[in-house]
């Protein structure tokens, strides 16, 4: 469901279906979907698959945190 950060990591339709909160008859109509297609199934896990690397992977994550260290250190020496 697209509950919290869900919906930051599954896009809808690409990476998986979402359901709204306590939608029941949605959360139902996703699964059948999924289940019912073994072709869209692949398909979403080969993207959910490249999306979590390319956003989510260590390299992806060093990089940001690299950035965000340099960031900072370049604002403390200006307030030096």
Known sequence: T???GVPEVVVDGQTGLLAAPGDR???RAAL???LGDPE?????SR???ARCRDRFGIAAIAGAYHALY???AGTACAAS
């Open 2 to 4: 697209a509950l919290a």
């Open 32 to 34: 059948d979907r999924l």
């Open 25 to 27: 008859d949605g959360l």
């Open 70 to 72: 340099q960031e900072l």
């Open 40 to 44: 869209l199934r692949a398909a979403m």
């Open 47 to 49: 993207a959910a698959q």
